[in-house]
Nanobody, 120 residues
């Protein structure tokens, strides 16, 4: 079983910064990609940023130039540095991890989510 845990959410004023972290754990994990998604009530979950194990990065247009994704492959961790936050960035942020477990079983796992609120 793969466990995914996010941390770092909270309340911040517009223009402020937050850093989200995600860690994946499990037996014999080979991670192909990690990504951040966000969701508000009544809306679909949307991609924020994604990074592959090879370091290829994909950002949603609405965060380009403001958010930076990074990873530590050795520790199975991923961070999202969020700068110049706007009220529209308010959402629950979820970490998604995809790869192979136990050398042969594909997996895709979600964390429990962390709330980010941007408000004055």
């Amino acid at each position: 079983q793969v466990r995914v845990v996010e941390s770092g959410g909270g309340l911040v004023q517009p223009g402020g910064s937050l850093r989200l972290s995600c860690v994946a754990s499990g037996s014999s994990l080979s991670i192909n990609s990690m990504g951040w998604y966000r969701q508000n009530p009544g809306k679909q979950r949307e991609l924020v940023a994604q990074i592959s194990s090879a370091g290829r990065i994909n950002y949603a247009d609405f965060v380009k130039g403001r958010f930076t994704i990074s990873q530590d492959n050795a520790k199975n961790t991923m961070d999202l540095q969020m700068n110049s936050l706007k009220p529209d960035d308010t959402a629950v942020y979820y970490c998604n991890v995809a790869g192979i477990m136990g050398w042969k079983t594909p997996f895709g796992s979600w964390g429990q989510g962390t709330q980010v609120t941007v408000s004055s």
